[in-house]
């Protein structure tokens, strides 16, 4: 019994360690990031987080989707195809390539399998991509210095916003609130950008 509690303890004393290590991490990071930096500049740290972020997911989404579109019009199009059950449903994969005897498209798709399979499946993915793409492009004008209340980042957080109402109505992951609170939100920006241009003309 003892030596049970002796290793519980010893467990909780190394979990608490490294918790204490995770926590210094994120202060190091969080200070290289907004240590001594303007508010502009802490903009742009962030976005080029996010930027890098959000084209890395978009790639690899990217990449799945056209592998789904592949997968889609493969059997269609009436070529050598194997049926394997993915989750709960049986899918057309496309009877080519096999790594140690699992087809190669097995894996991707069931990484997708949540966005459903066959045409509805692809407009999911595709509106999974639009809305990676509007995001990344809004915080790569951020990035580079734009202001949050310029007339082009507004622009691409509206069609962001747009975007994710396409998400939802397409793959129902998105909760409606989302899409219309950012919509709210891209009002405010726009009454922002109308002040700062006219602050711009008076200066």
Same mark, same amino acid.
């Given at each position: 019994m003892l030596d049970k509690h002796n290793s519980m303890c010893h467990t909780v004393l190394k979990l608490t360690q490294?918790?204490?290590?995770?926590?210094?991490?994120?202060?190091?990071?969080?200070?290289?990031?907004?240590?001594?930096? *303007?508010?502009? =500049?802490?903009?742009?740290?962030? *976005?080029?987080?996010?930027?890098?972020?959000?084209?890395?997911? +978009?790639?690899?989404?990217?990449?799945? +989707?056209?592998?789904k579109i592949f997968v889609y019009v493969w059997p269609v199009l009436g070529l050598s195809s194997e049926t394997l059950m993915i989750g709960d449903v049986f899918v057309?994969?496309?009877?080519?390539?096999?790594? =140690?005897?699992?087809?190669?498209?097995?894996?991707?798709? *069931? +990484?997708? !399998?949540?966005? !459903?399979? +066959?045409? =509805? !499946?692809?407009?999911r993915t595709i509106a999974l991509v639009v809305s990676l793409f509007m995001a990344e492009r809004m915080f790569r004008q951020l990035k580079h210095g734009a202001s949050p209340f310029s007339a082009v980042v507004v622009s691409w957080f509206k069609r962001f916003a747009y975007a994710l109402f396409l998400l939802y109505f397409a793959t129902g992951v998105v909760n409606i609130i989302?899409?219309?609170?950012?919509?709210?939100?891209?009002?405010?920006?726009e009454y922002g950008c109308i002040l700062q241009e006219e602050s711009d003309r008076t200066l």
């Open positions: 490294e918790t204490k290590n995770v926590q210094v991490v994120v202060h190091m990071v969080f200070a290289y990031f907004f240590k001594n930096k *303007s508010q502009t =500049e802490k903009i742009i740290a962030v *976005s080029k987080v996010l930027h890098i972020l959000l084209m890395i997911i +978009g790639v690899i989404t990217t990449i799945l +989707g056209l592998m057309a994969l496309p009877n080519l390539l096999h790594i =140690e005897g699992t087809n190669l498209f097995y894996w991707p798709m *069931s +990484g997708m !399998g949540a966005f !459903g399979f +066959g045409l =509805e !499946g692809v407009l989302v899409p219309l609170i950012l919509l709210a939100i891209v009002h405010v920006f």
